[in-house]
């Protein structure tokens, strides 16, 4: 029997299904949420390789930041011109970029 489900039933008789999507949501949701874990000790947990990579985007996001400071363009903070310029990236990587060269 095909009983119609509406908004508010429950699916208890069937296990929720995470697909690729929501777990990488879920997983960028859980690093961002844990402001204990220093720049330091994040910037540690990644391969040398990802670092190296990390240091040369910081180096061109660096760059483009002062292009749009000399233009007097001051409406995009680091986060916001990773995200425009490497969006692809995955968003800890992009925040852990945009807090090591934010100015203090």
């Known amino acids: 029997m095909n009983v119609p489900k509406g908004l508010m039933t429950s699916d208890t008789q069937q296990p929720t299904k995470r697909g690729p999507m929501l777990e990488q949501f879920m ?13 330091e000790d994040r910037l540690a947990s990644v391969s040398a390789a990802e670092r190296s990579t990390l240091m040369q985007l910081a180096k061109l996001v660096r760059i483009s930041m002062r292009i749009h400071e000399a233009t007097n363009d001051n409406s995009m903070t680091y986060l916001d011109l990773i995200t425009q310029l490497y969006g692809g990236f995955p968003l800890s990587k992009r925040t852990l970029v945009a807090e090591g060269i934010r100015p203090n």
Do not use: A, F, N
């Open 27 to 39: 997983q960028e949701l859980s690093t961002q949420s844990k402001p204990d874990v220093t720049l």
